[in-house]
């Protein structure tokens, strides 16, 4: 990084190209705003405090500015976020922030909200070459969405209900026996806590040869790459083996336009039409020519978001095509176990003999994702290369996570599990199908589901879905909106049976339809 390339100017704002973000022609601006800074701790003044209100915040504030916590330059959340986040009123908010500029502190600036004061006017904000705020647009990855900010920052807010979650809820996690797995590993001397070799946990990854063995997919340890999580998976093939500026062809929507793991390493989506059979093949090696992809990604059993699994036709001639033309597949496995009615048909791994496609799996959607334990499966020179990236990055997954996962897989746990939130699953999904006919029917359609967590809504008529998501949040709900999977897209949303629990799902779909019904509450 040139230390001084940001200082003279205002910093650019760090968001990924339109066109590198989606192939969309037309797409709601969603990459287009600086990151805010939010006060985004649970610490709110104490009303039985004999402190005023006003005072507990302007030190707290103040602390946080001298302690450089809060650099210079670092914008303030919107007055009306801060009230709500303190729980106070505005006038002790303005109270607070008076004192504050009267110390010189923070600084109102016209249409640019409030900021802390230029380093200049209090010496430890500032680093030798300037404010840390000209530093913070400028790293090579880009910033999440803000509107994925917004709700990495809301799920931790109490007191909302989450509709579109894509986890489990604490409650279907398996709290219990993971707990005996611990306790397994603690009954024997620990191995010493040492670094994993390049490629994981050796037995882990016998776990999951034999793991991936009943999925139809044969790999040895030696194909097996352990991740933390699937995400990083998705990041070290972005680094390691794609070209800047390449393209890669994907369902759209897709999970994958709403992170930026690909835009950061500056690849470029195009992103394909997807019917009741997954994606449409048909344009697929017209697509690859004009694009000259590099690769193609696809979610084919229940699709983040639309939870659509492709069709065993589908599967194979989406083989045939991509063979015909060489392109490489990754294949994201997250949800492939979490069938809820059959099995879907085998993953295109296993139908795999050129060793033509890469294969993710997780363990965070179905046993516990702050496990944070993934795995890629693919030829070995490709694992290699991956792993040595990985060993740049990380030196491996936490020794004591890939042991517990060994266990947990080993000790038959998982499949004993699966079978009990399968079971959880259906139940969830049949009160929400109950509640989208009841509740629904005028406004929206969907299909349901055959496993995974996610409903497609596909509403009527489209919607400014960032006022949406204000006006659910304003009513206690958070949403998922379809314009994080598909930059243009303005009226699906994503809904998740996985989270929110019954009595969350009975008051909080009928509150969203009103909201939708409703312009003027949009
Ligand atoms: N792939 C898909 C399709 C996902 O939905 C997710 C999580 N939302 C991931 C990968 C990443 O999951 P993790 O890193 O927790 O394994």
Not at 248 to 272: D, N, T, V, W
Request: some cysteine; charged content about 20%.
């Amino acid at each position: 990084m040139n230390l001084n390339s940001s200082r003279s100017g205002v910093p650019q704002a760090h968001t990924p190209p339109q066109n590198i973000v989606n192939s969309a022609p037309s797409g709601v601006p969603l990459g287009n705003a600086p990151p805010a800074a939010y006060f985004q701790e649970d610490w709110r003044p104490d009303p039985a405090s004999p402190l005023p209100l006003h005072v507990q915040i302007s030190s707290c504030f103040s602390a946080r500015i001298s302690s450089g916590a809060w650099p210079a330059g670092m914008k303030l959340a919107p007055q009306r976020e801060l009230c709500r986040l303190l729980g106070v009123n505005r006038s002790t908010l303005m109270t607070a922030l008076g004192t504050l500029a009267g110390q010189g502190l923070i600084e109102g600036r016209r249409g640019g909200g409030t900021r802390v004061t230029a380093a200049d006017n209090h010496s430890n904000n500032s680093t030798a070459h300037g404010s840390w705020s000209d530093y913070l647009e400028e790293g090579t990855h880009y910033p999440n969405l803000p509107a994925v900010q917004a709700i990495n920052r809301l799920e931790f807010e109490p007191g909302l209900i989450r509709l579109g979650t894509g986890e489990p809820a604490p409650e279907l996690l398996p709290g219990e026996a993971m707990t005996r797995v611990l306790a397994e590993l603690a009954s024997r001397p620990l191995p010493p806590l040492a670094y994993e070799e390049p490629l994981g946990n050796a037995g882990l990854r016998s776990a999951v040869s034999r793991q991936l063995l009943k999925q139809g997919i044969q790999a040895e340890p030696g194909s097996i790459l352990i991740t933390s999580g699937a995400l990083q998976g998705l990041q070290l093939i972005a680094l390691g083996l794609l070209p800047r500026s390449s393209t890669i062809l994907l369902e759209r929507p897709s999970y994958l336009y709403s992170i930026h793991a690909f835009q950061s390493a500056g690849i470029k989506f195009s992103g394909l039409q997807v019917d009741e059979s997954g994606m449409v093949v048909s344009r697929l090696a017209a697509e690859t020519l004009r694009t000259r992809a590099a690769m193609l990604y696809t979610i084919p059993s229940f699709h983040n978001p639309t939870g659509i699994v492709m069709d065993e036709t589908r599967r194979q001639e989406l083989m045939a095509v991509s063979g015909g033309i060489g392109l490489p597949i990754l294949e994201d496995g997250a949800y492939q176990e979490l069938w809820l009615d059959a099995p879907p048909p085998l993953p295109l791994k296993a139908l795999d003999r050129e060793g033509r496609v890469l294969h993710l799996g997780t363990l965070s959607k179905a046993a516990s994702p702050g496990l944070r334990i993934g795995w890629i499966v693919g030829p070995e020179p490709v694992i290699r290369r991956l792993a040595d990236i990985k060993m740049q990055t990380d030196y491996g997954a936490s020794s004591l996570s890939q042991m517990a996962a060994a266990r947990w897989l080993d000790g038959g746990y998982h499949e004993e599990h699966l079978a009990l939130l399968r079971s959880r699953l259906r139940e969830r999904r049949a009160l929400m199908l109950q509640l989208l006919d009841a509740h629904f029917s005028g406004l929206a359609t969907w299909s349901a589901p055959a496993g995974g967590f996610y409903i497609w809504l596909s509403l009527h008529r489209p919607l400014p879905l960032r006022r949406l998501f204000e006006s659910a949040r304003r009513a206690g709900l958070l949403l998922n909106t379809g314009d994080l999977y598909d930059r243009g897209d303005s009226r699906h949303l994503r809904l998740s049976y996985a989270y929110a629990s019954p009595d969350e799902l009975q008051r909080g779909l009928p509150a969203l339809a009103a909201i939708i019904r409703e312009p003027v509450n949009v």
